[in-house]
């Protein structure tokens, strides 16, 4: 079906998600929303949990926003059904897995022809080794199992997360494409001016503060770096529940003046203009866009090769580098390489790079699949 000819397809689409809060698949949400409707699609937000942010008001004016006004997933089941009724939605793509498997248990109990398309936006098998309650302690990991493979169409953000969604999931092939996510435009306007000195020898992380993003390990491998290397300096830039644990690390290897936590901040794109190179240590992933957001900048980037995602975006020798999994003593031989300019990357090839991820190409994949799933 050729996606680009509106008499050949019904031009509505529901979107599903938890929140508009900060985060990497609620930007893809917010992405896809916006264009969708700049291509004429009759657009639906559902969410469970609407509050104010950056992201909200940059939502397209024409989108139908319908706010369950909802704390948690398992109390929305009733407006839910509601929606569901009144609504009657023909495909609806839905970006949190909680979320997922209660749509496929009412489309069922509904009877309802609605093609659902979940948007895996993790390594599964990996995304409960911490677990924040019963729920995903106990139980995730086999209703999941049970639940998700009765999906029309699963998207996974990369080929890590795709192998993982066969291998320990049984989800059939033909239920499963890999659609990557979409390089998003760094906002400069309003920004707040930076520092004017800039740290020739800086190195930069972007994300959560959180047990799964393995930042223990950077702080150690910059630690043996920095023994080696006094110049170097490392931002952090983003909140988190292991914010605490990180600064007092940092104060007992003696790096007070060597590592620096900004907090959150809203403009990213002085702090990876600046950095030598961005660093991802994370036990796991599913598609890390703040390495598509470095390479946009010119910034190269230092990962571990986890499970999953950096494999697909980082090209070695080209716009970064992938380090064995968990190896700190490489890790840290990597920043000492490319602090002192043995290793150097070219801006021009880095940003070029970073043209596989184009809105254009990630939403006329979306396009594809949300229209040929019936």
């Not at 609806?92 to 022809?113: C, S």
């Not at 830039?237 to 104060?251: P, Q, T």
């Not at 968990?326 to 880095?350: H, N, P, T």
């Amino acid at each position: 079906m050729k996606t680009n000819d509106p008499g050949l397809m019904d031009k509505k689409i529901t979107m599903l998600t938890f929140s508009l809060d900060h985060g990497g698949a609620e930007k893809v949400c917010l992405t896809l929303c916006n264009e969708f409707v700049r291509r004429n699609y009759e657009t639906e937000l559902w969410i469970i949990n609407y509050r104010e942010s950056s992201l909200t008001v940059e939502l397209n004016s024409k989108i139908k926003i319908f706010n369950l006004n909802r704390k948690h997933v398992r109390n929305s089941i009733v407006p839910l059904i509601k929606l569901l009724v009144r609504r009657r939605p023909k495909r609806i793509l839905i970006f949190h897995i909680e979320l997922a498997i209660l749509i496929i248990a009412l489309k069922k109990l509904l009877f309802l022809k609605t093609a659902v398309i979940v948007r895996s936006i993790n390594t599964l098998s990996r995304a409960y080794d911490y677990p924040s309650g019963m729920w995903e302690k106990y139980l995730a990991r086999p209703v999941i199992k049970w639940i998700i493979p009765r999906s029309d169409k699963i998207i996974a953000q990369s080929t890590g997360m795709y192998r993982d969604l066969i291998i320990n999931f049984n989800i059939p092939i033909k239920s499963l494409v890999t659609i990557h996510n979409p390089a998003f435009n760094l906002q400069v306007n309003g920004a707040k001016k930076m520092d004017e000195t800039v740290k020739t020898k800086e190195f930069l992380y972007v994300g959560r503060l959180s047990p799964q993003k393995g930042l223990v390990n950077m702080v150690n491998a910059f630690k043996l770096a920095h023994h080696a290397n006094p110049t170097i300096h490392l931002t952090l830039v983003g909140e988190g529940s292991e914010r605490e644990k990180l600064e007092n690390l940092v104060a007992e290897s003696g790096l007070k003046e060597a590592v620096t936590f900004t907090g959150f901040r809203e403009n990213t794109l002085p702090y990876f203009c600046r950095a030598r190179a961005t660093l991802l240590t994370s036990f796991f992933e599913g598609f890390p866009n703040v390495l598509v957001e470095s390479l946009m900048a010119g910034t190269p980037v230092i990962a571990f090769d986890c499970p999953s995602g950096p494999e697909d975006i980082i090209i070695p020798g080209v716009n970064g580098l992938l380090i064995p999994y968990l190896d700190l003593e490489k890790f840290s031989a990597a920043i000492l390489k490319v602090a002192g300019g043995e290793l150097q990357f070219s801006r021009e090839k880095i940003i070029e790079s970073s043209e596989r991820f184009s809105i254009n190409s990630i939403v006329q994949q979306y396009e594809r699949v949300l229209w040929e799933t019936n």
